[in-house]
């Protein structure tokens, strides 16, 4: 496959057209029942299940990517297209609330009041580089923004842009089929079409997941657009890992072998990757670690921008005075093979600006800390993380709150002995986090909850029943969870 | 009382203080139970209400309101204070979702995950003029805020600095006196106080209720400064109202005084007058709603500024060509007589941007329609809304669903039967829309889902018992109504 197959740009004609379908479909999408959307999710997440054969070999060209990841990333997909549809055939997310009228109601009658979210509207996804499929086309924005009943329009990463073209025809054609009105979902392409359509008065919420630059860039113009549109980006995170003597002493070598197995995981193309581990003084791991490291085969990364962003960046890290190297991952035909740091929280307090930057790609830093005042300085000097991750044994039980406490204001989730990469498709999963890890840390872009980002409230009021929607009528044909008169009542 | 008896700004050194001690306090009072926080706030509005005595005449001096709706909003006050204790007792609004680990799931292993809501930080409130009580120092940003957990530092609106400061003083005492952290609350003043304290790095969010410019400028700069921010402004509506030929024919007359009588509440000096009433052509309604406003008394307004900023918007609505002078309300001594326009849908579209702007106060314009289409074709001239609202009878159901679609994707509230003015604080009411009616139409300022602009999702992952927080833990201390591995279970 040579390079010469690039998909075009899409054309200012074409864009056009798909703006304006996509604003025809906002109301007969918005408009279906919630079991009728979650058809059309199951039938989307059927449809890229069948053609995972014909796509995976497309993506494993394109990002240099294992076949096993890229299967696996399908399955995780169409498994988050399906979790969505049950979240919809549940009900909770339309958060329907009545509140009878009260005549007496004080100082001011209360009105018949019934609320309950509807969607925005025409959803823009910019895709990502690192998830050719869960966090693309077929990703976790375009499931929460179809769920939510608002069209979606993708602009695909040009890092696969093949995969993105033919990922859309599958979920275009199998939309269609299971009745979906047309402008449903489209796939554009080029980094100008992507703003052009970010300004477009018919787009009204935007997401996005990749580098804190490319992500600022497009808040900026979501925010200053003549209507400001909610931007939900996901930017970039160190996600540190802080490990107590107790649990060195207790698992020291599964803690080295863990470690280096996460932060090498897709040769560190993760926003979970952890950047830096905390270790007490003395702890001895070093050379365990490096032999893991030394162990660990290079890969290629996802692309050529990637690579050299990454040798840049660990160029820098290495080029820090206060920053040893411990083993150096060298660029080979081959690929990137890992590189690990090492330095002090000390140093890393004498200067955490220099240190505390993302290295997107297989590079993390060991850390040596004095005690447990000085992990806990450390700890406060990091700004907006997806997550933190901290290593301890029961015996650190008593002291361990102070840490979590400062971790929790920094992070969107915390992870206890275990690691930070993979992030589970649930109804719990937060994936988000304070700026820079997000553009929005009150949303998640991973979750069931996810949801939310796309959809707003609105309230009838004294409205009859039969012109309200069916979701708030008294006899909840839709079989609804609702809260009446304050109290909850599952469906 | 002369205006010398302004409170002069808050100095730079007082600035620091207050957001010094806020940031401290963030900790503490995140931390507390959500039934201690129902006691603080029900602490608050209890000596919000002992205070109604001394704090009412001032408001009355500052602002030119009558006693009867300032002690009215007085009530709505400490009545929202209470009912966001309720909404905290209640305790959904933690959002606590629970999904066991599932080491089989596909296609990786599921951590045991354990989501909630957790406090922003620190909330910068700039308070309102045209509500002394309810939408500025003890209003619905400041309650939903404190029932998060986030520290507030209110701006007071310089119309009624005493009336501010004063009610500041009441409510850090009955914080203080009910064990609340220091630095829970807190008034400055100054116009330049709030810009600067919105670019500080330990205020979190904020919260806005004023004009399109001033909002749009705050949104700029809390959007733009290093670690953007949540800005959550209400900013302005039109709020039309559109009336069926049947509901001219059954109740014309009550429609006629219910709309003046609505148009002219608190001298129009609400973000949800009525701006607007469609009336089919041959209505006859006219000299009846005109007498209905040569009848309204002269008021005063908040201050000379929105004075003159009615009268300047009223003059310019008037100088249109299409526009005809059906009562023109003088400006005297005595206060502001209402004025009365007309027009018809017809030259509306034919200028939409010179009609559909809002003139704060006293002036609302009739429109003449021709029949249903032109009557759609207006409804769809509109922008974002706080509310629209339909006068109808039975037979019209029918043919409603349309321009309730149409109006439903507008605005945050649709009122039937009914009168947009009075925002009813309950569980359901949403006051919120589409830009310009608000920079954030995913949230609400009123209603007790007004807490969730101030909270972020944080997830724990395989974190021991003794470490969670008491509302994830598997034995629910707080009795708190959560979702577990999908299903909704009340307390």
Not at 69 to 98: C, H, K, M, N, P
Not at 249 to 277: H, M, N, W
Request: aromatic share 4%.
């Amino acid at each position: 496959v040579s390079t010469a197959q690039i998909v075009p740009d899409t054309t200012a004609d074409e864009v056009e057209a798909v703006l304006s379908a996509a604003a025809a479909a906002a109301g007969p999408l918005g408009a279906l029942r919630p079991a009728e959307r979650a058809r059309l999710l199951r039938a989307a997440a059927d449809a890229l299940d069948a053609a995972a054969g014909e796509l995976v070999p497309i993506a494993i060209e394109e990002s240099s990517l294992p076949e096993g990841r890229l299967t696996g990333e399908v399955a995780r997909s169409s498994g988050q297209l399906r979790l969505f549809a049950d979240a919809l055939e549940e009900g909770s997310y339309l958060e329907v609330i009545l509140d009878s009228a009260d005549p007496d109601a004080k100082p001011v009658p209360r009105p018949d009041l019934r609320r309950m979210l509807v969607p925005l509207g025409p959803v823009l996804v910019f895709a990502a580089s690192n998830f050719p499929f869960a966090f693309s086309v077929p990703g976790g924005d375009t499931a929460s923004a179809l769920a939510a009943g608002s069209p979606v329009i993708v602009k695909a990463h040009p890092g696969h842009p093949r995969l993105s073209q033919r990922t859309g025809e599958v979920l275009v054609e199998a939309l269609r089929a299971a009745g979906a009105p047309e402008g449903t979902f489209a796939v554009v392409h080029g980094m100008e079409v992507g703003t052009t359509a970010l300004t477009d008065p018919r787009i009204k919420a935007a997401a996005f997941t990749g580098s804190v630059k490319g992500g600022r860039a497009l808040l900026d113009i979501a925010t200053t657009r003549d209507e400001p549109i909610p931007f939900y980006g996901e930017l970039g995170s160190l996600n540190p890992v802080f490990v107590t003597p107790a649990a060195v002493s207790a698992r020291g070598d599964a803690i080295a072998e863990g470690y280096v197995g996460s932060f090498t995981l897709g040769t560190g193309q993760f926003c979970t990757k952890p950047g830096l581990l905390f270790l007490p003084e003395g702890h001895g791991l070093e050379e365990r670690i490096a032999d893991a490291v030394r162990g660990t085969a290079p890969a290629g990364m996802l692309n050529e921008r990637i690579r050299e962003g990454h040798a840049h960046e660990r160029d820098r890290l290495e080029g820090i005075g206060s920053v040893r190297t411990v083993v150096h991952g060298a660029d080979a035909d081959a690929g990137i093979a890992p590189t690990l740091l090492a330095t002090t929280a000390k140093e890393l307090l004498a200067d955490p600006d220099a240190l505390l930057q993302e290295c997107f790609g297989p590079t993390s830093i060991i850390v040596d800390y004095s005690g447990p005042e000085e992990l806990l300085a450390a700890a406060e000097a990091f700004g907006g993380n997806l997550t933190a991750t901290v290593h301890a044994e029961d015996a650190d039980a008593p002291t361990l709150p102070p840490l979590l406490d400062v971790l929790r204001e920094r992070t969107g989730r915390l992870v206890y002995n275990g690691w930070p990469t993979g992030v589970a498709v649930a109804w719990a999963m937060h994936h988000g986090g304070p700026y820079p890890a997000t553009t929005a840390s009150v949303h998640t872009s991973v979750g069931t909850t996810a949801i939310r980002r796309f959809l707003r409230p609105v309230s009838y009021q004294n409205t009859p029943q039969a012109l309200l929607p069916e979701a708030l009528r008294d006899d909840n044909p839709l079989g609804l969870p609702r809260r009446v008169d304050g109290e909850l009542r599952p469906a």
